[in-house]
Nanobody
Framework: QVQLVESGGGLVQAGGSLRLSCTAS????????SGWLRQAPGKEREFVAA????????AYSDSVRGRFTISRDIAKNTVYLQMNSLKPEDTAVYYC????????????????WGQGTQVTVSA
């Protein structure tokens, strides 16, 4: 079993930056890929970014490409999401997730989830 703990959410003004962190514990050798998803009020959960556990490949949704960067610290079993040029429409609960696919980009590909961290972007 894999446990994921997120941190780094908060309130920021539009145009600002935040960095989310997600630390994995437990059966981390079962993880092949990890990512971030988000869910805004009244909307479905959506894919944001993913990275292979080895850190060599990344994927982004069109809405965040060029503004967000996903990265990984292998020694710390930690995945980061650097969010720049934030917009009010980025407001959501952000979830870290992990799975057994190399570069998971669909919700169904993630088998382990964190508790979520709130990101609020004010206009």
């Amino acid at each position: 079993q894999v446990q994921l703990v997120e941190s780094g959410g908060g309130l920021v003004q539009a145009g600002g930056s935040l960095r989310l962190s997600c630390t994995a514990s437990g059966r981390t050798n079962s993880i092949y890929g990890s990512g971030w998803l988000r869910q805004a009020p009244g909307k479905e959960r959506e894919f944001v970014a993913a990275i292979t556990w080895g850190g060599g490949s990344t994927a982004y949704s069109d809405s965040v490409r060029g503004r967000f960067t996903i990265s990984r610290d292998i020694a710390k079993n930690t995945v980061y999401l650097q969010m720049n040029s934030l917009k009010p429409e980025d407001t959501a609960v952000y979830y870290c997730a992990a799975g057994t696919q190399m570069l998971p980009t669909h919700i169904s590909a993630f088998g382990s989830w964190g508790q979520g961290t709130q990101v609020t972007v004010s206009a």
